[in-house]
């Protein structure tokens, strides 16, 4: 009996262990499904994608003790002076960080996606921001590199979106957080620590591009699979890095009916091949007015989020329930980009997008959340 009890124990002990590994790594799933995806294009491909993906190295430490916009970590290029003035405890850090895993750990995960915005601190440092310093950008490329050298089929996009410097500010006669972009200099720092840092890895612009069949780049005997995207017509021009090809598609409205609304009209675009030279992202990701109404709400009302976890738990499952249950056959779908996507099942979504057997057995997709209930209007408070 007791042989028969240590048994059942080690069997279960195993099946949770490979569950667990099953649903948390998934590291090979693009070769793992090489037949089924490796005639199609780049940007024919379904791939998760984590917003603001240097933000899990912000801690809430940085945001206390703060008189008069002055805390630690506030001081980020991108973050206006009002801003840095108003916050007060972790509200800050709160509405600032949107991940909770390192770079590895979504590679290991299955994100294949990662909008980072850069920016310049006070020692010149290249670090990743989101109105507070988060990761610095040597150790996501650093996470990048490790990845990559031991996967060689998985290709990733890092998506530079944002460029911050308060030198460049200056020189423009811009307050903080007024303007984006880089002074030369720095521009070309950027890019020499980007190439450096991934030496070897980086996929040619001048060879390939979004329309790029996926088995072509696996032909290369180098292993070439990381893709380097600057959305910013100031960025230097080399043939490593892939300048202004992903296109802008962000929504910024919160509530939910005209979220839905300007999500589908990009679908409809991508549908009518607007998109077809370029990657092309939706998102389930949900950004706060600048005025910051929706966050003064959270402050009155149980209905409202009090922080970007919060936001992300109330909009990931029904803006991925549209995707799944609504829009999915019907609309080509390149980049998903979500907070918090370890949440949210969006690495299995992803995949169910690209025509592989998945279950969602215990999914949050598609089912209802507070966010039905947040009003357009200051009017039916709740």
């Known amino acids: ?209 979004p329309k790029s069949k996926l088995e072509d780049v696996w032909k290369l005997k180098n292993n070439n699979q990381v893709i380097a995207l600057f959305d910013f017509p100031d960025a230097p021009n080399d043939e490593l890095i892939w300048k202004q090809l992903e296109v802008n598609t962000w929504v910024e409205d919160w509530y939910l009916d005209d979220f839905k609304a300007k999500t589908l009209k990009v679908l409809e675009n991508a549908q009518n091949n607007l998109y077809a030279d370029k990657f092309y992202a939706i998102r389930s990701s949900v950004t706060p007015d600048e005025g910051g109404k929706l966050i003064r709400m959270g402050f009155i009302s149980t209905v409202y989020p009090k922080s970007v976890s919060e936001l992300a738990d109330m909009t990931n499952p029904v803006a991925l329930g549209w995707i799944k249950n609504e829009w999915a056959g019907k609309y080509p779908i390149n980049l998903i980009w979500s907070d918090f996507y370890n949440r949210a099942d969006l690495v299995k979504l992803a995949k169910y997008l690209n025509g592989i057997k998945v279950d969602f057995i215990n999914t949050k997709i598609g089912t209802g959340t507070n966010w039905s209930k947040w009003k357009k209007s200051n009017e039916n408070k709740q």
Not at 86 to 104: C, D, I, P, V, Y
């Open 1 to 209: 009996m007791n042989m028969l009890k240590l048994f059942c124990k080690v069997f279960f002990l195993l099946s949770f262990t490979f569950y667990s590994v099953d649903l948390f790594a998934q590291p090979n799933w693009l070769a793992e499904n090489a037949a089924l995806l490796g005639k199609k294009q780049l940007n024919q491909i379904v791939l998760p994608g984590a917003h603001d993906a240097g933000t899990y190295a912000i801690k809430e430490a940085k945001s206390s003790n703060v008189r008069l916009g002055g805390g630690e970590g506030l001081n980020s290029p991108d973050n206006k002076p009002l801003k840095q003035l108003l916050s007060f405890g972790s509200t800050f850090s709160n509405w600032a960080k949107t991940q909770e895993r390192s770079t590895l750990e979504m590679l290991n995960d299955g994100i294949r996606y990662f909008d980072i915005r850069i920016c310049v601190d006070s020692k010149g440092t290249f670090m990743t921001c989101h109105g507070m310093y988060g990761a610095s950008l040597e150790s996501v490329l650093d996470d990048v590199k490790t990845f990559t050298e031991k996967n060689p089929k998985e290709i990733v996009l890092l998506g530079f979106n944002h460029f911050w410097e308060r030198q460049y500010q200056i020189e423009q006669r811009k307050k903080q957080g007024e303007i984006e972009g880089l002074t030369k200099t720095k521009w070309n720092e950027l890019i020499a620590l980007v190439k450096t840092k991934l030496n070897g890895k980086l996929l040619s612009s001048k060879d390939f591009s």
